[in-house]
């Protein structure tokens, strides 16, 4: 029922099917949600944070073009979820959380699950460190007022990013950017609600 729901949806690519189909969402949740962790429909997490809805994180993935020789930044690690499902179709994961709490316990479901290409980090989203380099596809699940340049451009040529754009606390629309040989090309894609795209290292949880 799972994968019917999210091919009704519009989800075709195989390889996300299959993989929303084989990463276990409910360690991802909390425990007094489980029994709800394959509805279609955000889930609250620790630190005033969410869990996407499956349709929303199979979307945003289809997105991606995913490859298994790419390398891929996530913005906002949340519980590990997102994570999870694009370390099984790529290389390798940077993903960055600014709050501490939420990144230890993702650390340590995705260690459990012996998925060991992803690197969580705690760090500002809106301030990459130049050590990590630039990436095949970078991913936001958090919504920014707008993408910055610097985040764009640590995008490898024909890279892809993808990002909930608008106001905090309103509707916002994914915005997908696309590295091309001469610029940047965006589109947008469909409406989304995230919660904020915050800078800095969050001082408490």
Known sequence: MFQLTLRRRGISDQAVLRTMEEVPREVFVELRDRADAYRDSALAIACGQTI??????????????????????????????????????????????????????????????????????????????????????????????????????????????????????????LVRVVRTGSGFDRKELVDVRFVPALPGIAREL
């Open 52 to 173: 996407s809805q499956p349709f929303v994180v199979a979307y945003m993935t289809e997105q991606l073009q995913l490859q298994k020789g790419h390398r891929v930044l996530e913005i906002g690690t949340g519980s590990g979820y997102q994570a999870a499902i694009l370390s099984r179709l790529s290389k390798q994961v940077l993903t960055i959380e600014r709050y501490r709490t939420l990144a230890e316990g993702a650390r340590k479901r995705l260690e459990k699950l012996g998925y060991f290409n992803i690197e969580v980090l705690v760090g500002d989203g809106f301030d990459v460190p130049a050590g990590a380099g630039d990436f095949d596809r970078i991913m936001v699940t958090a919504a920014m007022e707008q993408i910055p340049d610097a985040l764009i451009r640590r995008l490898e040529p024909g890279g892809i990013l993808i990002a909930p754009v608008g106001p905090h606390q309103a509707v916002q629309t």
